[in-house]
């Protein structure tokens, strides 16, 4: 007997017996159970139905609720719910994304405007992965329309939309040190790309239009450059600052070389004011440094320079050597630098000499009355110690 001939005997007895369950049971047990299964399976049914039509109804009313969102998270988490959703959700709401899509794309875009550089970088990248989520979840609905839609812009959101703003961003940034986190994510970004030089090129022309010469901010940006993160830009910024630097007829602003000097790039101003050739530049450099500071590497520096300018190279190292006369070794330091017999003359280097010669005697003399001293002082501990023990015997 089949399961419906079963079911069709368990009402005819209840109906004959009125409908009593104590008498239903006793005479079909197996019945009854049989029944309340069917109606527990329609129940279930019913349940099923009305929950899947009330998700449906809640992620249809979603896509128009969704673009009344001000906050790009809360946006953002909702699409993420409507991309996962929309598979198991039928045509209804395939068909409502389909006919709210440019609106959808609207409200997202708006959202952005307002955020930096690097915060859009990660946001458009997020949105191209929903985006390439729904038209993926969309197929099997075979509505081209929208699968095609949201696969385009998947793409053309970060070919288009986010290198619009990166161009954007390198137009109207002057790059000082605060920009550096920003072109670190540029960069970053670029080479998760097949072609970074797309991207990385006309940042690199914007950064270029900037004088490494004059402009203080960009020196300051290009030192606060880490190599491993902004790589193609700080290779970049690097090398033309060396050329600055390294140029023996390139000016470089004196607001730049104080600034080296206070941070530890001094030896490089020295390199640079040694091996200038621009006599003008040279000169206008050492009426703002020149024995204008107690740092003589910097004096000599000018001194080591073969640029004939209107100096007084020899008074200053006259003072330097007559005011640390006692300096054996700063002395030495000074008349042994480059071109500083050709500053002071070679009467005045042969007296230097001749003091420095004296001073090593006097400083020899010293040091054997010295040593004399402490040989009889240590003599006399020990004779005071003999006869300390003498006396104990």
């Known amino acids: 007997m089949s399961f419906l001939e079963k079911i069709s005997e368990f009402f005819a007895l209840a109906k004959q017996v009125n409908f009593d369950i104590a008498q239903i049971y006793a005479q079909d047990p197996n019945g009854v159970y049989a029944t309340i299964l069917v109606v527990l399976v329609i129940v279930l049914m019913i349940v099923f139905f009305i929950r899947r039509s009330i998700k449906i109804s809640s992620a249809v009313k979603l896509v128009s609720n969704i673009q009344n969102l001000n906050d790009f998270d809360e946006y953002d988490t909702k699409l993420t719910k409507l991309a996962t959703e929309l598979p198991k959700r039928g045509l209804k709401l395939a068909n409502s994304i389909n006919s709210q899509k440019n609106d959808l794309l609207q409200r997202e875009l708006n959202l952005l405007k307002d955020f930096d550089i690097k915060?859009?970088?990660?946001?458009?990248?997020?949105?191209?992965?929903?985006?390439?989520l729904i038209a993926k979840n969309s197929k099997k609905y075979k509505m081209n329309e929208l699968t095609s839609f949201y696969d385009e812009k998947s793409k053309t959101l970060l070919d288009d939309n986010l290198a619009f703003e990166i161009n954007e961003y390198s137009k109207n940034t002057n790059f000082n040190e605060n920009d550096v986190e920003f072109v670190n994510s540029?960069?970053?970004?670029?080479?998760?790309?097949?072609e970074p030089e797309v991207i990385l090129n006309p940042l690199i022309k914007e950064i270029n239009r900037f004088s490494y010469s004059y402009n203080l901010d960009l020196f300051k940006f290009t030192r606060a450059l880490d190599e491993d993160k902004s790589l193609q830009v700080y290779k970049?910024?690097?090398?033309?600052?060396?050329?600055?630097?390294?140029?023996?007829?390139?000016?470089?602003?004196?607001?730049?070389?104080?600034?080296?000097?206070?941070?530890?790039?001094?030896?490089r101003v020295y390199d640079y004011i040694t091996?200038?050739?621009?006599?003008?530049?040279?000169?206008?450099?050492?009426?703002?440094?020149?024995?204008k500071t107690e740092d003589i590497d910097l004096d000599l520096a000018f001194v080591a320079n073969e640029t004939k300018i209107s100096s007084d190279y020899s008074e200053h190292i006259n003072c330097i050597i007559t005011d640390n006369w006692r300096n054996l070794?700063?002395?030495?330091?000074?008349?042994?630098?480059?071109?500083?017999?050709?500053?002071?003359?070679?009467?005045?280097?042969?007296?230097?000499?001749?003091?420095?010669?004296?001073?090593e005697k006097d400083e020899e003399t010293n040091s054997i009355i010295t040593e004399a001293?402490?040989?009889?002082?240590?003599?006399?501990?020990?004779?005071?110690?003999?006869k300390e023990l003498a006396k104990q015997k």
Do not use: W
């Open 373 to 386: 001293l402490e040989t009889a002082k240590r003599a006399e501990e020990i004779a005071l110690e003999a």
């Open 329 to 359: 070794k700063l002395i030495n330091y000074v008349i042994k630098s480059p071109r500083v017999l050709n500053a002071i003359g070679h009467i005045s280097y042969r007296s230097v000499l001749e003091r420095i010669e004296r001073l």
């Open 236 to 267: 970049n910024c690097n090398e033309k600052l060396n050329q600055a630097l390294s140029s023996q007829e390139n000016r470089i602003s004196n607001v730049i070389l104080s600034y080296m000097l206070k941070n530890d790039e001094k030896q």
């Open 186 to 194: 540029i960069v970053s970004y670029a080479n998760t790309r097949n």
């Open 275 to 291: 091996n200038l050739k621009s006599a003008i530049y040279l000169q206008d450099l050492y009426y703002a440094y020149f024995a």
């Open 119 to 132: 915060d859009k970088i990660n946001k458009y990248r997020q949105i191209s992965s929903q985006y390439a």
